[in-house]
């Protein structure tokens, strides 16, 4: 007689419960390897705008654009474009991927950097003001410790900018201490632009030597903010 065999219950709850323990642990190895790929990638990117920054200063007296682009009313992603690896189609900054950050949770969001337009009256200022005109890098004695620019925040308070005339174009920059990762304020104008925990517990910065580093968010102060010290 012949005996057909088969897996009885126990085997099969046996083979699910391994098949579980695996994928519980295959997962979230998955999603660390992506979200480090994720930042690789924007890493990358502000090394490259790092790169056009410093030759757009070599044909502008080594001057690099702050809030605004002196009297074009350009903001800094806008002046870059020529000096970019990545050519923009038709001379439109939302066809270059270089300024978005792939972990940015809105993928329509073209601008995921946002720049350094803090201006100081002195060491002791610890307001400061917006500044729009573009400053001259001599001007920064410790360009390996000033941010440049930085991962910018995503929030209901913040705009979702898909072309250079939309709302919230001119608050691509950082001027308030309100707009620091350590401020929980949600305001338009005032509230908080610097990611608080883009890429783990903190954002990709780009300093003013052009190096790319990440800090913790409590560590990105008010004092890496100042061109002059």
Known sequence: MCVRKAFTLIELLVVIAIIALLMGILVPVLHKAREQGKDVICRNNLRQIGMAADLYAEDFDLYVPRGAASSTDRAWYQVFMPFLAQTPVNGD??????????????KDQTVCFVVNGWQFTDRTDMVGREILDPTKLTKCRRRAETIYLVDNEDGPWRHIITAANDQGNNRCDVWHPGHLPDSDSMDVTRGRRVARARHKNGSNCLFLDWRVEWMPAEQITIDFWRWER
Not at 95 to 106: A, F, L, W
């Open 93 to 106: 900054y939302r066809t270059v991927d270089i300024y978005r950050c792939p972990s940015y949770p809105d």
